[in-house]
Nanobody, 124 residues
Framework: QVQLVESGGGLVQAGDSLRLSCTAS????????MDWFRQAPGKEREFVAT????????YYSDSVKGRFTISRDNAKNRVYLQMNSLKPEDTAVYYC?????????????????WGKGTLVTVSS
């Protein structure tokens, strides 16, 4: 069983950058596809980015493509989300998630592990 803990959230201004980290423990992180999801106030949780475990292939939602970068360090059991050019609409709780499935994983129902989330607030 993999446990996930996010960190790095905070309050920033529009246009700023922020890097989120997710540290995994208790399982085989290196063979787990890792994702970031987010949930804005009053909205459903949505997919942000995913990275495969073997080749670090990535995929992004259209809303963050070109601004956010997901990466992973299997030696440190960590996955990161570098967020640049932040907008007020990026305000949300960001969740790290892991899937035992192969390849890119985009769906909430395919996630096997979840962190408790970290809040990102972008002021205008």
């Amino acid at each position: 069983q993999v446990q996930l803990v996010e960190s790095g959230g905070g309050l920033v201004q529009a246009g700023d950058s922020l890097r989120l980290s997710c540290t995994a423990s208790g399982g085989t992180f290196s063979s787990t596809t890792m994702d970031w999801f987010r949930q804005a106030p009053g909205k459903e949780r949505e997919f942000v980015a995913t990275i495969t475990w073997r080749d670090s292939i990535t995929y992004y939602s259209d809303s963050v493509k070109g601004r956010f970068t997901i990466s992973r360090d299997n030696a440190k059991n960590r996955v990161y989300l570098q967020m640049n050019s932040l907008k007020p609409e990026d305000t949300a709780v960001y969740y790290c998630a892991g899937s035992r499935g192969r390849g890119l994983q985009l769906l909430i129902r395919d996630m096997d592990y979840w962190g408790k989330g970290t809040l990102v607030t972008v002021s205008s």
